[in-house]
């Protein structure tokens, strides 16, 4: 979880509606924003585990900060593993949903949904400044169909989403731990993609990215064997890049680096029948 009690303060308006600011000393355990995201959301309610994300620090601008305490009781999502969402409720509507897993600044998620305005996407990450980012975003060219989760992926799928409430997963440019010790750490692994196939409808794709080749092969590895996925290519291995993943900043910075891009898009396959024994005959 990202802990930016370092971070610099953010301005804090006087009066509604003038860009004067006071800076604002925060008594010791007073959080970062008061109705924002929270700091630990799960707390200590579920089991420790071996993390696929790292928390990072960095600065929340004041924009960021705005949008964070303006927007988060509106579009936020703390994911504290206590219920399971209504997601037609949490929407405003019954259209589909794509689970987006890491989002960076949320640039290309916005580009996402601003292209595909009747597809809800639930965009979550650990990142303050992204998710602060995000929502500014999504404010500032109307995109109603975002909502912003913070916390960790997996106590969402295992204890928020209902089965088969999901119509698609995307997961564009994890963290690939490259050191072998830390591949463990690796978020695309067998029981990753059991837990996710329970919470995607058949025919829901799964879209992964990377530039990290090994983990691309290991990804296109785990994925191939794995029964509840079939790849979307009809003679298997990686995807070209499909129109509707933007190119962003940052994948465009790795590709003058002579980085290779790989996209994986694997379809939920129908579930499997229980083997049911015929009556004997005779």
């Not at 305490?69 to 209504?86: A, F, M, N, T």
């Not at 963290?175 to 993609?193: A, C, G, M, S, T």
């Amino acid at each position: 979880m990202s802990d930016l009690r370092n971070a610099s303060e953010g301005p804090h308006p006087t009066t509604p509606g003038i860009g004067l600011s006071l800076r604002h000393t925060r008594a010791k355990g007073e959080p970062r924003f008061p109705d924002g995201p929270k700091a630990d959301p799960a707390g200590s309610h579920f089991e420790r585990r071996i993390r696929s994300f790292q928390p990072r620090r960095s600065r929340v601008t004041a924009g960021q900060a705005d949008a964070l305490q303006r927007l988060w009781p509106k579009w936020g999502l703390d994911i504290d593993g206590q219920r399971v969402l209504d997601l037609t409720e949490l929407f405003g509507n019954d259209n589909p949903v794509v689970l987006e897993i890491g989002f960076g600044m949320g640039e290309a998620t916005a580009q996402m949904a601003a292209a595909a305005p009747d597809t809800n996407i639930l965009a979550v990450d650990v990142h303050t400044p992204g998710q602060g980012n995000l929502l500014g975003l999504a404010d500032r060219e109307g995109l109603s169909n975002i909502r912003v989760g913070n916390g960790d992926a997996i106590i969402l799928l295992r204890e928020m989403l209902a089965p088969d409430s999901l119509d698609g997963l995307r997961v564009y440019f994890p963290d690939p731990w490259p050191k072998k010790r830390h591949h463990k750490r690796r978020l695309i692994q067998p029981e990753f993609l059991t837990l996710a196939a329970s919470r995607l409808r058949p025919g829901a794709v799964v879209h992964c990215a990377t530039d990290w080749e090994p983990y691309a092969e290991q990804m296109l590895e785990v994925l191939t064997a794995h029964p509840d996925f079939e790849n979307a290519v009809p003679d298997g291995g990686f995807a070209p890049r499909p129109a509707e993943r933007p190119l962003t900043r940052f994948e465009g910075q790795g590709l003058d680096k002579g980085h290779v891009v790989n996209d994986l898009l694997f379809r939920r396959v129908p579930h499997r029948e229980p083997h049911k024994e015929q009556p004997p005959t005779g």
